[in-house]
């Protein structure tokens, strides 16, 4: 079946580390996103690419990175400078503009 | 409706009657609305989506309806169900935004027995 796969499920960081989150898909989808959602709110855009090779930071980019290397691939790196990285991670990708988004079952990082 | 905050606002409603969750949008260029369903603890599952050519548009138990004028969207769900507890976010595409969803806050739905 195809589908977006992120892992791992569960992360936990101590404070001063980077850590990769990983997503990947086999939805032979040209653009992927990475939101992050924190309690009772709303998702909230950390970085998206559109085309292997080239991605864009969203609007809380600060604090993490990513590449596209692979269409299949788009791993987020949470850097040691997001001061607040306790949240749920969310990976989506899409066929074309105007489609909806199909989403992974995403990663619950905590700072410990 | 939309805040910002811990709270989402919530919706209770009895297992077999209607429920009606709303959206304010923000931008009169969004193009492209979607209604996503999220799960404790999962990621959000595609429901329904509308263009801003339409003003309505109907699935398996659930309708869209899109208000241009006053940018308000809704989702009707028919009949609910226990099944359908979660919370419900809208996502608009705003036109030459760079192909991004922006997302509301959600709403919680309550399904009472």
């Known amino acids: 079946d195809g589908g977006i796969t992120q892992s791992p499920k569960y992360l936990f960081r101590k404070e001063g580390q980077n850590v990769t989150l990983s997503c990947e898909q086999n939805?032979?989808?040209?653009?992927m996103y990475w939101y992050r959602q924190d309690p009772g709110q709303g998702l909230r855009l950390i970085y998206y690419?559109?085309?292997?090779?080239?991605?864009q930071k969203g609007d809380i980019a600060e604090g993490y990175s990513v590449s596209r290397e692979k269409k299949e691939s788009f791993p987020l790196t949470v850097t040691s400078a997001q001061k607040n990285p306790t949240a749920f991670y969310l990976c989506a990708s899409t066929e074309a503009p105007n489609y909806g988004y199909t989403f992974g079952s995403g990663t619950r990082l905590t700072v410990v | 409706g939309e805040s910002v905050g811990l709270h989402l606002p919530t919706l209770s409603v009895q297992e077999g009657d209607n429920s009606i969750i709303n959206c304010a949008y923000s931008?009169?260029?969004?193009?492209?609305f979607i209604w996503y369903k999220q799960e404790s603890g999962k990621g959000p599952q595609f429901i329904i989506d509308?263009?801003?050519?339409?003003d309505k548009r109907q699935g398996q138990r659930v309708t869209v309806l899109l208000n241009k004028t006053v940018k308000h969207l809704s989702l009707q769900i028919a009949a609910t169900q226990p099944g359908d507890s979660a919370v419900y976010f809208c996502?608009?595409?705003?036109?030459?935004?760079?192909?991004?969803?922006?997302f509301g806050t959600g709403t919680q739905l309550k399904v009472e027995l």
């Open positions: 690419s559109q085309i292997v090779n080239d991605f």
């Open positions: 509308i263009r801003s050519n339409m």
């Open positions: 996502a608009e595409n705003i036109a030459g935004g760079g192909n991004k969803l922006t």
């Open positions: 931008n009169s260029a969004s193009d492209y």
């Open positions: 939805l032979n989808h040209d653009a």
